[in-house]
């Protein structure tokens, strides 16, 4: 019941455009499962990796895709805890050694031999996808399967950010790209996990979006005259927020963010803009004891737990579900940042 052919999205080329046609089904090595997509989620690392922006080669032709939602239907005969027809999700990591040091103590993003879906190893833009079993996200059957696919990367991602922020219950965090996909899921994690939300992203829509899902402030980067007096301004004492997750995909706002970051605080840089640098004062960051550092996904343990905010309901992120076939018109709209939360595509049209 496994056909031989499936529908993909495939890169064939650096640059793109994806191209959409029938591909071959592949078996599950021992260590492996094959996952029958359903919704995949789209994130702006696609079309980084179709786009060639990162110094680091994807494979090619690619199947690209990482927010993969679906049925295990085929696994190796090493798999044990994994059964035929539970539902699992393929996600950014899609395997690594776990032996070296990093995996030894759940740091396997950092894992050098990490696989990474839709990138080194194809992904979840098409039918049947591939994973080691030790890594795929298990999804809880109450889950709603479109709902679910950007938990597996935005949610994981966002949520581990904030936990590497430090900021406690009550503090601030500004959320920088709060109207994307990341930054959706930031805010409502944000907001369960007791932190008190200033949105910046660009334009009203996203500003709604924004307060909708729990921001009490939004500054609108396109319109402020003064982004820092604003998020300065956001906060009670007017000393700046606890915290701030970098997620847009563009450079000035990385050169911000050490300005209005209160005192003690913490910048978590996430987005990944090409050729982009960080850029800091020495004085202000010394003077100022301000903590500036990376966040690339999550661990199993993360995976599990961002799940489980789902699964309670305290994350609902708005979401829009076109065809797999309509990928291309989806990274049309990304490039020009007019999305708001994320795109799903169903894998069966
Ligand atoms: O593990 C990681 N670190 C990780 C995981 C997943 C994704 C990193 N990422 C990276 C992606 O590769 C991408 O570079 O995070 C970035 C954001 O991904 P996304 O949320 O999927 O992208 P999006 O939906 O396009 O949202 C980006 C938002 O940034 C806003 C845009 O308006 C958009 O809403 N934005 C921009 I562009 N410039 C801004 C600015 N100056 C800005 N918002 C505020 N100020
Ligand atoms: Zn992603
Ligand atoms: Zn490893």
Redo the contacts with the bound molecule.
Sequence with gaps: EIPSEQWAQVVEKSGGPVVYKKIPVKKPSPDEVLINVKYSG????D??AMMGDWPLPTKLPLVGGHEGAGVVVAKGELVKDVEIGDHAGLK?LNGSCLACSFCMQADE?LCPHALLSGYTVDGSFQQYAIAKAAHVARIPKECDLDAVAPVL??G??VY??LKESGARPGQHVAI??????????AIQYARAMGLRVIG????EE?GQSCKSLGAEVY?D?TSSAD?VRDVKAATPDGLGPHAVLL????E??FQ?ATEYIRSRGTVV?????AGAYLKAPVFDTVVRMISIK?????NRQDTQEALDFFKRGMIKVPYKTVGLSELQDVYKL?QK?K????YVVDTSR
């Design positions: 789209v994130c702006h690392t079309l980084h950014w993003p990367c935005a994981i991602t581990k950010s920088v790209g709060a109207g994307g996909g990341l930054g959706s899921m910046i992203d660009g334009g996203k500054v980067f982004i997620l847009a995909v563009s000035k706002p911000q840089c996430i987005g990944l803009p990376g966040s690339y996904v999550g990304m940042g999305i708001v939360g994320r």
